[in-house]
């Protein structure tokens, strides 16, 4: 041990004896002015609870004698008075005067003169006949004694309030203790002060060369640890306990350097590729989006890439395989950009350029999704084969409108998806009125799955006329669904989400449960609608699903449905793309007794065999061959092709969308016997249906007499 070392183990050992000593000298000191303060406080805390009870039992017993005077005068003035109340009173001031007399001490007179001053109060009331059962033999008018009752009633107050005079003595007693407290506090607490004052003083110039100013050094170290300063050493200039101390900390500060420099390599780069990694490009944007950086809104684009069929890719090739691609392909997008950009991979098979946009108009964006597609045309070598790979590319550009590079990135992201979307292998610029559409779509997805249980759904009917007669012969339900926010909705808003989200099924079984019950019902109730019949549409997907044909199957087979007086509607196209299930699905359901119809006829691709194959009973024409079209020449070749063609298949034809007097002229002369559409009537709900049909199922009579003017 050097000489350096003894000596700073001696002053270690002398700080500790003085520090233990005076220490002992405080907790001592502290230790008697305690006890001392403990006393005192709590005699005066005695002494003031005392004092409170004393004066809250005088003013109690004051009133109540003041109280009973009042009394007492209206007796002596032959006042009408409860007498027996009168009593009572009396008897619960005698018990304040026993309370008090019970309170206050007999040391300093009060309780004597509690005692005179309650001789004094019963006498006055025995002088003048109000003592006990002496009042209720009080007669006449003594009011002439009032005054002098008066005098003596008020003199037993005036005892009452000299209590107050000794009270504030031992008040005066306690304030003086109190400031004796005082003064014994503020000395103890001078002398503690010097004490400390003294021994600071004489350590402190022992102390500040030998140990201070070394622990101050250490802890500016420390600090700068502590404020991100991983290169900070501290100069080893003494061999001692401190000396090894500064050592251990610059050895602990070279460690915490060689962590932090391979930690912040790991959190900003990916250790596959090697690049940039999700939060370093997150950081590069927000920095661009800084209120102080010197990148204009205009001068940055993101793109977003995404390898196509990448999971094939790890299937055929294992995930060694996936993972040389990645790295191949690291290193092709590096070259495919400039100093400034930055190329990153987000997780996955996923990658992001930041490209810095030049002021000569053009996109460089662009340019380098093209540079990209253009370096993948050449294949890969992954595991000695080779193998060609594509990828899509989303494009966005910030604009000053883009709030932040969060916003940002998703909007690459998403015309990522439209590049994808639209045959991969690709690039797509961010279109925003795309994105709205989107996601206007994705919460209307999101609200379709509540539908049918918040009760939103609503049905219209229209109904289907005979030509010739206007009879009604039957009804067309039609589904809309009432948005908490956007209204009243069609079917084309919602029915093609709903067959992509899978909800049609409860949807279209919540369809024809709903109308086949309500038709059910108007035949019922009116006599002359034995034979009405509705239709419901059926979406193709219905038919291809177990649970959901199982479904319609149990609502068919309901007695009260009568299921052969309904119809279901299947498009033209679905029936023409559709998987043999289809047909099956439908010739199961014909055993229930329903009829099939083809909707939309006309705008298909069936063929003549295909249509003859079908289990198929009504054609419904396509609105197109018969609104706005009617009139020219090329339609009516048309609907003539159509309805001779159901002739010799013998099926049932209903014409769509008839709008126009001349519209219902061509069907009639065609001899097309049913037919639906405005002019005829117009879609409404089950109660408009029902005043409709009640009269009796035939149309209003300026409608048919307008139809039949049209045939001249």
């Known amino acids: 041990m050097t000489d350096v070392s003894e000596r700073t183990w001696s002053l270690r050992r002398e700080w500790s ?31 003031a609870a005392r004092l409170h009870l004393e004066s809250k039992t005088v003013a109690v017993l004051s009133e109540g004698v003041v109280d009973h005077e009042q009394v007492a005068h209206k007796l002596l003035s032959n006042e009408p008075v409860d007498r027996a109340a009168f009593i009572q009173q009396q008897e619960k001031v005698s ?10 001490p007999s040391t300093n007179g009060m309780r004597a003169t509690l005692v005179q001053a309650r001789r004094l109060w019963q006498a006055g009331l025995t002088s003048y006949g109000l003592w006990g059962e002496q009042a209720t033999t009080l007669h006449g008018n003594h009011s002439a ?30 304030l003086a203790v109190g400031a004796n407290l005082e003064r014994i506090l503020t000395a103890a607490l001078a002398a503690f002060f010097l004490l400390a004052l003294g021994l600071t003083v004489y350590f402190r110039r022992r102390m500040s060369k030998d140990l201070m100013r070394p622990v101050a050094i250490m802890h500016k170290g420390v600090v700068k640890l502590q404020a991100g300063d991983y290169t900070y050493r501290i100069e080893v200039a003494r061999r001692d306990e401190l000396g090894e101390l500064a050592q251990a900390f610059n050895r602990m500060a070279d460690a915490l350097h060689h962590s ?31 209120a102080d950086s010197d990148r204009s809104p205009w001068q940055e684009s993101l793109l977003f890439i995404d390898i196509d069929d990448f999971k094939d890719v790890n299937d055929s ?7 040389e691609l990645l790295v191949q392909l690291a290193t092709r997008l590096s070259g495919c950009v400039r100093a400034p950009d930055l190329v990153a991979r987000l997780g996955g098979d996923e990658f992001a350029i930041a490209v810095a946009e030049s002021d000569n108009g053009g996109s460089v964006a662009v340019e380098v999704a093209e540079r990209i597609l253009l370096a993948l045309s050449a294949p890969f070598i992954i595991g000695g084969e080779l193998l060609t790979v594509t990828v899509s590319i ?22 990522m998806y439209m590049a994808k979307g639209s045959g991969k292998a690709r690039y797509e610029l961010f279109d925003a009125q795309m994105h709205d559409h989107m996601v206007d779509r994705s919460a209307l997805k999101t609200r379709l799955s509540l539908a049918v249980a918040s009760g939103e759904l609503r049905l219209e009917y229209q109904p289907v006329v005979d030509l010739r007669t206007g009879q009604i012969l039957g009804v067309e339900a039609l589904v809309r669904w009432q948005h908490p926010t956007l209204g009243l909705l069609p079917p084309a808003d919602f029915i093609p989400l709903a067959e992509e989200t899978g909800d049609i099924d409860a949807i279209g079984v919540w369809v024809l449960d709903t109308a086949t019950r309500q038709v059910a019902g108007w035949r019922q109730t009116m006599a002359h609608l034995d034979n009405l019949w509705v239709a419901v549409n059926l979406s193709p997907f219905q038919l291809s699903n177990p649970p959901s044909l199982a479904a319609i199957q149990a609502i068919l087979a309901d007695p009260a449905v009568q299921s052969e007086n309904v119809v279901l509607e299947v498009t033209e196209t679905a029936l023409a793309t559709g998987a043999q299930g289809g047909t099956e699905a439908l010739n199961m359901l014909k055993r229930y ?17 295909t249509l003859a194959g079908l289990p198929v009973d009504i054609v419904k024409i396509d609105r197109s061959f018969v609104s706005g ?13 159509i309805l001779g063609l159901a002739r010799k298949l013998s099926l049932a034809v209903i014409a769509e969308g008839i709008e126009e007097p001349e519209q219902l002229d061509i069907l009639r002369r065609l001899d097309c016997s049913m037919g639906q559409g405005f002019l005829l009537a117009r879609p409404g709900p089950a109660l408009a249906l029902q005043t409709l049909l009640a009269s009796p199922s035939l149309l209003p009579p300026e409608s048919i007499l307008k139809k039949e003017g049209t045939k001249g």
């Open 17 to 47: 004896r003085a520090f233990t000593i005076m220490l002992v000298v405080l907790l001592v000191s502290a230790a008697v002015t305690i006890i001392g303060v403990r006393a005192v406080v709590d005699e005066v805390e005695g002494t």
């Open 95 to 104: 018990g304040l005067f026993d309370q008090a007399i019970a309170v206050f």
């Open 145 to 174: 004694d009032n005054p002098i009752y008066g005098a003596s009633s008020d003199a037993v107050v005036g005892l009452l309030a000299g209590l107050e005079g000794p009270s504030l003595n031992a008040m005066d007693g306690g």
């Open 260 to 290: 932090h420099v391979a930690l912040m390599l790991r959190a900003t780069h990916d250790s596959l590729t090697g690049l940039a990694n999700r939060a370093a490009l997150t950081e590069h944007l927000t920095t661009s989006f800084a």
């Open 317 to 323: 090739r294992g995930h060694e395989g996936g993972d």
């Open 394 to 415: 989303g494009i966005a550009q910030r604009r000053p409108e883009t709030g932040d590079a969060a916003e940002l990135l998703r909007q690459a992201d998403f015309a």
């Open 593 to 609: 007794g329903v009829r099939i119809a083809v909707d939309d006829f006309g705008t298909g691709f069936s063929s003549l065999s």
């Open 629 to 641: 079209q009617a009139s020219g020449a090329p339609s009516v070749p048309m609907l003539e092709g």
